[in-house]
Each structure stands twice: as C-alpha cells, then as structure tokens.
C-alpha cells in the first residue's frame, strides 16, 4: 500500500507542477496593471488576482483551504501577522486568503526565478538574510507597508519548521516591529501543509484540506517586545496543540 501512496504522490506532484506553472502563465497578465497603480492598490490587487488564481489551482490538486477567523480583522486597521512555517506552500498561501491585502518578507533568492520571481517580488518586502545592510534596509520597509494601512506578514520562526514540534523558537524582528510601531499583532496558524509538501520528501505531493485559522489581535501596549514574543508563542503553540 505503502509503495502505491508514493508513486501516486509522485505523479500528483507533476500534474501540480504543470498546473502551476500553466495557471501561472495566465495570471501573470492579470499581474501587469500592478505597474501603473499606488502602493496600496497595487497590493489589493495583487491579493485580489492571487487568491483567485490560487483558489482555481488549490482546487483542481485537490488542496482546498478551509479559513476562520476572519472576523478577528477590522475594517480601517492594519496589522502584523505572524504565521508558522511549515512547507513552501505557506507563503503562496497567506498572501491570497488572509482578510485584507499584505506583504510578506521573503527571501531575495526567490525573485530571481523567471516569471514567478516578478509576481512575488510585488507581493512582498525582500531580504538577504546573510546581508546585514538588507536586513536593515528591509526592517525600514516594512514600517514603511504598515504606514501605508497594508498588513505586514512575518513568519518568525525564519525558515521551515522541521522538527515534531508545533513551533520552532521565534525571532525577534516581528516583535521589534510591532513595539516599534504599536501595531497589533494577529496570529495565524496554518494546518496540514507539511502533509502535502512533506520537507523529507523529493518531488510529492499529497492531497488533503488546508486550514488556515486567525487568532484574536494581541495588543502590543505595556510589554517588552521579548514578553510579547512570549506571549504570541505561547499563545500560538498552545492552539495548535489543542486543534492539530
């Protein structure tokens, strides 16, 4: 049985590719009109085109986002949202489904991939992580998204969780931010993309329903930035344990 699960997660993994990259070729023309819009509007519509190409393609391999917590956002406000780090469907992922549009900070590497790289690159702030100036110069960028009312989208554990843990230990950088500019943060968890992408794994993919569920806004007032760090792991490791 075992060895009928991996040759069909292999062949899956190549209709998600060819699905991927031809979805990908459409949508791309829908991307152009970033060009000629303000900031803001360039990221409505940039989440806008994303969450319906992702929605057509996140269906047809058999992926289907379920999300709740929407509600958790309010009209007028803007926000930091942190979010764990489990796959590399994350991020294709948050930027679309999430309530109001976002930036995401994202390595630099992944904007030199043809085509793909200019649509993330509008959808995110860019850093070098081995760059000392870049991540300067991206802590100054993001201050900039949320000064502008677009919700900033950090994942703190830096790079994928592959542990059996539901969290790895977080950074500070999101929690700077938010003391620094008095943001609220929103948590976000997301479930099962570890299933569908496992990292131990060379091209497969599975199938299975993703869940993406937003927390309550934590205040940022009255608290160090490492007891808020705290706070939003705890709060966020305690939920997944409860809800895996």
């Not at 979010?83 to 994202?106: E, G, R, V, W, Y």
Request: proline letters at 6%; charged letters at 25%.
């Amino acid at each position: 049985m075992k060895i009928f699960k991996e040759i069909f997660a292999r062949i899956w993994a190549l209709w998600s590719l060819v699905l991927f990259i031809s979805t990908m070729f459409i949508a791309v023309i829908f991307y152009l009109p970033l060009m000629l819009m303000p900031f803001k509007k360039a990221a409505q519509w940039h989440r806008m085109v994303s969450k319906i190409w992702m929605f057509v393609y996140l269906n047809l391999i058999g992926c289907p986002i379920r999300i709740k917590g929407k509600e958790h956002f309010k009209v007028n406000e803007n926000y930091i949202i942190v979010c764990n780090h489990n796959s590399l469907m994350d991020i294709p992922i948050t930027t679309p489904f999430l309530p109001q549009a976002n930036k995401t900070i994202a390595k630099k590497s992944f904007s030199k991939v043809p085509i793909f790289g200019w649509i993330y690159s509008w959808g995110s702030v860019l850093v070098d992580r081995k760059n000392v100036e870049s991540r300067k110069k991206s802590y100054e960028a993001m201050k900039k998204v949320l000064k502008q009312k677009v919700d900033m989208l950090i994942f703190p554990e830096g790079s994928r969780n592959k542990t059996e843990n539901p969290l790895r230990p977080f950074y500070d950088g999101a929690f700077k931010l938010a003391h620094d500019t008095g943001k609220k943060i929103i948590p976000v968890l997301l479930f099962n993309t570890k299933k569908i992408l496992p990292q131990n794994k060379n091209f497969y993919v599975m199938p299975h329903e993703i869940r993406m569920e937003i927390l309550p806004p934590v205040n940022t007032d009255d608290v160090t930035f490492n007891e808020l760090k705290e706070k939003v792991f705890r709060i966020m490791w305690d939920y997944f344990e409860a809800n895996k």
